[in-house]
T-cell receptor, first 114, second 116 residues
Framework: EAAVTQSPRSKVAVTGGKVTLSCHQT?????MYWYRQDTGHGLRLIHY???????EKGDIPDGYKASRPSQENFSLILELASLSQTAVYFC?????????????FGHGTKLSVL | GDSVTQTEGQVTVSESKSLIINCTYS????????LFWYVRYPGEGLQLLLK?????QKGSSRGFEATYNKETTSFHLQKASVQESDSAVYYC?????????????FGKGTKLSVKS
């Protein structure tokens, strides 16, 4: 079974601090994604990548950076964390592009910015 | 833009009773969308429950069913007899083709609580 591992599982950060969320997949998938979920919203796409050393903006990229140093690893970086970035973050991977493809998700990272 | 609307908030159902979670979608794309149901069990990540990529077809998995209805733009999730182990959050999603720019739009999620 394909596996996507996120770390940490939860984090408390201070406003203005830097936060890095990590994601590692053993699926040999080219496509990786970062989503956030807030109460009252569906999952929203922040950044994605379809090849190492390249990232693309999703629907809500402001305030976030992404890094894909290798096929297996995909990080989400909050340079200056803000209260509004409190949410649950999910990493996912897929073999082919999104539209009709099964996504494999990590367990999620609960981020609280205080 | 594209959107997915599903039964809001939490649904509580007694064990062995039937379930329906409504899902309707809206899209400005001329392409036929692909439709998905994902489920998130407590403490776990989302996982695919079922998907249907052809209008008029029905998908099924673990006793759940959903039919892709292009006329009513709906993809309701149903189960005839729920179990406690079905307690989870269910997400309807709309997939639109576009190569590397393909999109997947999720609904807000519906939390199902099954009481014994």
């Amino acid at each position: 079974e394909a596996a996507v591992t996120q770390s940490p599982r939860s984090k408390v950060a201070v406003t203005g601090g830097k936060v890095t969320l990590s994601c590692h997949q053993t699926n040999n998938h080219d496509y990786m994604y970062w989503y956030r979920q807030d109460t009252g919203h569906g999952l929203r796409l922040i950044h994605y990548s379809y090849v190492a050393d390249s990232t693309e903006k999703g629907d809500i990229p402001d305030g976030y950076k992404a890094s894909r140093p290798s096929q297996e690893n995909f990080s989400l970086i909050l340079e200056l964390a803000s209260l509004s970035q409190t949410a649950v973050y999910f990493c996912a991977s897929s073999e082919r592009p999104l539209s009709n493809e099964r996504l494999f998700f990590g367990h999620g990272t609960k981020l609280s910015v205080l | 833009g594209d959107s997915v609307t599903q039964t809001e908030g939490q649904v509580t159902v007694s064990e062995s009773k039937s379930l329906i979670i409504n899902c309707t979608y809206s899209t400005t794309s001329i392409a036929y969308p692909n439709l998905f149901w994902y489920v998130r069990y407590p403490g776990e990540g989302l996982q695919l429950l079922l998907k249907v990529i052809t209008a008029g077809q029905k998908g099924s998995s673990r006793g759940f069913e959903a039919t892709y209805n292009k006329e009513t733009t709906s993809f309701h999730l149903q189960k005839a007899s729920v179990q406690e182990s079905d307690s989870a959050v269910y997400y309807c999603a709309l997939g639109l083709p576009g190569g590397s720019n393909a999109k997947l739009t999720f609904g807000k999620g519906t939390k199902l609580s099954v009481k014994s």
